[in-house]
């Protein structure tokens, strides 16, 4: 399944009712039958996914039923117009009842939206009956909007035949109750790549500088994480020594020192990655080799004796942390 990209959104983590439907307060077909909340698209971009905060009113009665989330066009007074571009449903009486809601999804097949264009996200219960024995859909929003809120739309709610804003009064100050969504676009899958030193490459340095890639490019996100292992036997890396470094941001790691320090040794490195929307995938893993020195041929020629026949051996060499490091020959 392809993953979904985030792409206009409004949310916080505290929540208060911003609007509820139906509302009938009055018995005999409720004056407020649907709800919407205007955002203004910023990018062009298909949506495939709405994502809600959600809550059903703890009455007990008749169950709500089916719920339709719709994306509309507006008019000219930002208000719902004409039907709608796309839609999709859910179980109204699956939704819980905590004061604090949960995330709703819903998918829709994808609809074109344009960039700087307001649409209008649409609630309907078109199940709940049309009396006062019905439960109450309500959708949160977040105390920010005491403080300005959201500024590219507006809550909104059908009332007696006439789109309207939605206005509430806290402490006899009026704000817009602006809701909790996000909208989203089914996208592609992005995998780490392209290494450096080389998939299975020899003669690399004991202090390497390791390199990656996200499809080819330089390009990442912003909550693109990688986390580096590497050691001498390849999967499964499931030894916390094989961690190198976590939640680390950019696309490369200098290794000060492989340790122990061994040359013409294979060692096996991969990125394992976390982004914020689930599509970037973990590379595959890795292997290089690191250099060996070869000692001088032994003197006097293919069949050596005498005094000359002698074999100079090397080993590497190196201080770090007040400790001598060698290599075992």
Do not use: C
Request: charged share 15%; no cysteine.
């Amino acid at each position: 399944m392809a993953p979904f990209v985030l792409k206009d959104s409004h949310y916080d983590t505290e929540y208060f009712v911003a609007a509820a439907v139906p509302i009938n307060p009055l018995g005999g077909g409720g004056p407020v039958t649907a709800i919407a909340q205007t955002f203004i698209a910023g990018s062009n971009y298909d949506l495939t996914r709405v994502t809600l905060r959600l809550q059903l009113s703890n009455l007990g009665r008749t169950d709500i039923g089916l719920i339709e989330v719709g994306i509309y066009s507006v008019d000219g007074n930002s208000f719902p117009v004409g039907s709608a571009l796309s839609s999709g449903q859910t179980d109204g009486d699956a939704i819980t009842t905590s004061a604090n809601g949960e995330d709703v999804n819903i998918v829709m097949p994808a609809v074109s939206l344009t960039s700087g264009t307001t649409y209008a996200i649409v609630i309907n219960t078109p199940e709940a009956l049309a009396d006062n024995t019905f439960e109450q859909l309500k959708t949160l929003g977040s105390f920010d909007e005491i403080d300005g809120g959201y500024s590219n739309g507006t809550s909104q709610q059908f009332e007696n035949e006439i789109w309207e804003e939605r206005i509430v009064d806290i402490g006899g100050t009026p704000f817009l109750s602006d809701w909790y969504f996000k909208t989203w676009k089914e996208g592609d899958f992005r995998q780490v790549d392209t290494p450096t030193p080389a998939d299975t490459d020899t003669g690399i340095s004991v202090t390497p500088l390791l390199k990656w890639q996200i499809n080819g490019t330089s390009d990442t996100e912003d909550n693109d994480f990688f986390f580096i292992y590497l050691n001498k036997t390849g999967l499964p890396f499931t030894d916390e020594d094989d961690l190198l470094v976590g939640w680390r941001t950019s696309l490369e790691l200098q290794i000060l020192f492989l340790s122990p320090p061994s040359i013409g040794v294979t060692y096996y490195w991969q990125v394992q990655a976390i982004s914020e929307n689930g599509d970037l995938l973990d590379s595959p893993v890795w292997s290089f080799t690191t250099s060996v020195i070869n000692p001088p041929a032994p003197s006097g020629g293919a069949n050596p004796n005498g005094l000359n026949n002698m074999i100079t051996m090397q080993r590497l060499v190196a201080a770090a942390k007040d400790s001598i490091f060698y290599e075992d020959i």
